[in-house]
């Protein structure tokens, strides 16, 4: 695809029902990340994939967060029992390959509001 | 953990001005990238300066880069109403395998028509 792209672009969960938000990268890229970004901040690290290997979760929340890739492709983020401090904007962006001297693409996000 | 810290924390200029941003980090460095996020969006990348790096230009952007100092700056020349945006500097720690990104609050930059 042209770019990386998520799905969906807006949720509205009540509190304790589960989530699951789903990114595309783009074709080939070999890295991917997970952010979530919270109102009037910057985004921060959640998780990150090399192809189908989740090489660090240290930034995962709790254990209500969990993430996979398995085929190194699409990925999906899944949230159970939300919470309200779970609403944010999560952000998912790829990179062609791992190794830090690399940009990253990033998807347009997914708002997520747990009322 | 290795977070950029971008200043100032809001810039408001006219077109046609030129507008810096600067960020300072705590350590050894692999590189540095810049991003914008326009509001509501996805963030795009602007830059990546590595650490051997002192200096480096695309289009309008120039961005400098300090290791004694831990710091950078991204100069936006001839500012357009477009640039409308959060700038985010992004430290990549020295002996990182991959490139988290961990962000600072940004830098929110209004350019008035």
């Known amino acids: 695809g042209a770019g990386v792209s998520q799905s969906p672009r807006y949720k509205v969960a009540k509190r304790g029902q589960d989530v699951a938000l789903r990114c595309d990268p783009i074709?080939?890229?070999?890295?991917l990340f997970w952010y979530q970004q919270a109102l009037g901040q910057g985004p921060e690290f959640l998780t990150y994939?090399?192809?189908?290997?989740?090489?660090?979760k240290s930034g995962l929340p709790s254990d209500r967060f969990f993430a996979e890739r398995p085929e190194g492709s699409v990925s999906t983020l899944k949230i159970q029992r939300t919470q309200q401090e779970d609403s944010a904007v999560y952000l998912c962006a790829s990179s062609w390959q791992p190794g830090a001297g690399y940009e990253q693409y990033f998807g347009p996000g997914t708002r997520l509001t747990v009322t | 953990s290795q977070q950029g810290e971008e200043d100032p924390q809001a810039l408001s200029i006219q077109e046609g001005e030129n507008a810096t941003m600067n960020c300072s980090y705590k350590?050894?460095?692999?590189?540095l990238q810049w991003y914008r996020q326009n509001s509501g969006r996805g963030l795009v990348h602007l830059i990546l300066i590595r650490s051997n790096e002192r200096e480096k230009h695309s289009g309008r952007l120039r961005v400098t880069l300090d290791t004694s100092k831990k710091s950078s700056s991204l100069l936006i020349t001839a500012s357009r109403a477009a640039d409308t945006a959060s700038y985010f500097c992004?430290?990549?720690?020295?002996?990182?395998?991959?490139?988290?990104?961990?962000f600072g609050q940004g830098t929110i930059l209004t350019v008035h028509p």
């Open positions: 994939f090399q192809n189908e290997a989740q090489l660090d």
């Open positions: 350590t050894s460095i692999n590189n």
């Open positions: 992004a430290p990549i720690a020295g002996g990182t395998s991959y490139g988290k990104l961990t």
């Open positions: 074709s080939g890229h070999v890295s």
